[in-house]
C-alpha cells in the first residue's frame, strides 16, 4: 500500500523517461536506482559512480555490488574517474568545496548522459539536504541535475522506511560523504591528508565503530563516535592512538560530543539559516 509521498515519487519518475543516475553507495542514490529499474525499461537506466582519490576504494567496490543487486542490463553500470583534486578551488578547501566537487560530477554525468542519448541526470539528493549546507545542490541546479526524491518532498526517515520496505541491503547504512569532508573547511586537501582519513577509518571499522569519523587537523586527529563505550573498552583506547599515530598523527583527541554529522558545517549553518 503506497502513501502519498510514494505515489508522487513513483509518478515523477515514471516520466523521466531516461536517465543517468549517480550512485554513490548509500541509500538515497540506491533507492533512486532501484525505483527506475522497477518503474522505467531498465534499458534506458544507467547508474555510474565516481571513482577518485576523495572516496573510499570500499565504496566503490559496494557500489559495484549494489549493481549486481539491481540486476542492470550489461554496460549500464559505468565507473568514471573525476579530477575534482586537479581543481585548485577544490583543494583549497573552501566553505563551498562540494559545489566544485559535484560540478565535476555532474559535468561527467552529463556528458556521458548526451552520449548515450539519455534524457536526465538525477541524484538522491532529498528534502533533509535542504535544511543543511549543500554547496553541491547549486551545481545541480546549473546543470539541471533531477532529484525525484527532493522534489516528492521525501526525509531521509522517509527515505530509510522505504528503502527497508523495498528491501534494500543498505537501507540502514551510515551516510558515508567523501573523504574531503573530515578536513576542516581552508585546510589544503591533499591526497596525502585523505589517505591518512581512509586508513584511519578504515581502522577504526575494523574495530567494530559504525558511526564515526576521523576529523583531520592537521597533526591532530579528532575521532567523533557514537558509541563511547565501546571506545573506552578495555585496551581499545591505547590500540587506537597507537595506530592512529602510526598513520601519522602526532596526536589523537577524542571528542566528547560524540559523532555528529556535518558537524564541520556548525559554523556555516549558523550563518545560514539563522543569520
Not at 550489461?74 to 575534482?84: A, G, K
Not at 535542504?130 to 532529484?147: F, I, S
Amino acid at each position: 500500500m503506497m502513501n502519498d509521498k510514494e505515489s508522487i515519487l513513483i509518478d515523477i519518475i515514471k516520466k523521466l523517461d531516461s536517465v543517468v543516475i549517480g550512485l554513490s553507495g548509500g541509500v538515497d542514490s540506491t533507492l533512486t536506482a532501484k525505483l527506475c529499474v522497477d518503474y522505467l525499461n531498465a534499458e534506458k537506466v544507467w547508474v555510474v559512480t565516481g571513482d577518485s582519490k576523495s572516496i573510499m576504494s570500499e565504496e566503490l567496490e559496494y557500489c559495484k555490488e549494489l549493481a549486481s543487486w539491481l540486476e542492470l542490463p550489461v554496460d549500464h553500470f559505468v565507473i568514471i574517474n573525476t579530477d575534482e583534486l586537479d581543481d585548485p578551488n577544490y583543494t583549497a578547501n573552501p566553505e563551498n568545496r562540494c559545489y566544485y566537487c559535484k560540478h565535476e560530477l555532474f559535468g561527467k554525468l552529463t556528458e556521458f548522459a548526451e552520449k548515450i542519448g539519455a534524457k536526465h541526470v538525477i541524484d538522491g539528493s532529498n528534502a533533509t539536504d535542504l535544511t543543511d549546507y549543500r554547496p553541491g545542490m547549486q551545481a545541480g541546479r546549473e546543470l539541471k541535475v533531477r532529484a525525484p526524491l527532493a522534489e516528492a518532498g521525501f526525509t531521509k526517515e522517509d527515505i530509510r522506511s522505504l528503502a527497508k520496505k523495498l528491501g534494500l541491503p543498505n537501507w540502514d547504512k551510515p551516510a558515508m560523504p567523501c573523504l574531503s569532508s573530515r578536513i576542516p573547511y581552508h585546510s589544503q586537501v591533499t591526497p596525502e591528508k585523505l589517505d591518512q582519513v581512509a586508513r584511519a577509518e578504515r581502522y577504526l571499522r575494523s574495530l567494530g565503530f559504525r558511526q564515526f569519523r576521523v576529523r583531520h587537523h592537521d597533526k591532530i586527529a579528532r575521532i567523533e563516535v557514537e558509541d563511547l563505550e565501546l571506545f573506552l573498552k578495555n585496551g581499545l583506547r591505547e590500540r587506537i592512538d597507537r595506530k592512529l599515530k602510526e598513520i601519522g598523527f602526532t596526536y589523537v583527541a577524542l571528542d566528547l560530543g560524540g559523532f555528529k554529522s556535518g558537524n564541520l558545517n556548525i559554523d556555516i549553518k549558523g550563518r545560514k539559516f539563522n543569520g
